[in-house]
């Protein structure tokens, strides 16, 4: 399957999806302490950065998420491929920014962002697509910005990703290890990451992993 084409069913199967979805994880925060520790070190490191705290939450569903930033203190806007998803989102969150769009090429100019979030998004890029998306990450970051990136642990450092049954599109886990040394390879330097055990309430008996990245060619 051709990238365009990847991008295409997982937007179709998002739309389908949607209204479940977020009923479903609209208030999967509530249960995960861990996660929401991340969120608020990381909304910390981006209101550290010293601009305007702009962060974007790239794959951001029906926009939860991008709410708990705001509620953090960042000037938060989220960017989706399913307009099904920006339609909910934009419904629960009127005060707030959600545009449709591709993670792999965002309508937005270099050095923008001070701080960039794909929590669980990453997940549906095919293996083959995924150093050009976390380079779109870097690109849209200012220098000294800051990456939060959420998605389920593979195996053992043997699978550098493996492909897994998921419910509506097709998704993949990562080594923490080999995503961090994609990352670096962009010029987003590992600066953090969690590791959490399966929650009861996840649907993935799989770990968790935060791995929280810096944009490295830091100028003060
Ligand atoms: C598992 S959901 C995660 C939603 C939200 N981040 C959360 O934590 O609940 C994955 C989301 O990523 C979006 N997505 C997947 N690939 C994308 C891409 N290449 N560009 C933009 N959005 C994408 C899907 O449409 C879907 O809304």
Sequence with gaps: MTAPDALAATRAAYDDAATTYAGLFRDSLRDAPLDRAMLAAFAEAVRGVGRDALVADLGCGPGHVTAHLADLGLVARGVDASPAMIGLARAAHPELRFDVGSMAELDLPDATLSGALSRWSVI????????????????????????LIGFWASESPAHRTQVFDHAVAPAYRWCPDHLSALLRATGLAETARLVREPLPTDRRQFRAVHLLARRSDVTT
Aim: charged share 10%.
């Design 124 to 147: 549906h890029t095919p293996p083959g697509e995924i150093a050009p998306v976390l380079a779109e990450f870097a690109r849209v970051l200012v220098p000294g910005g800051h990456l």
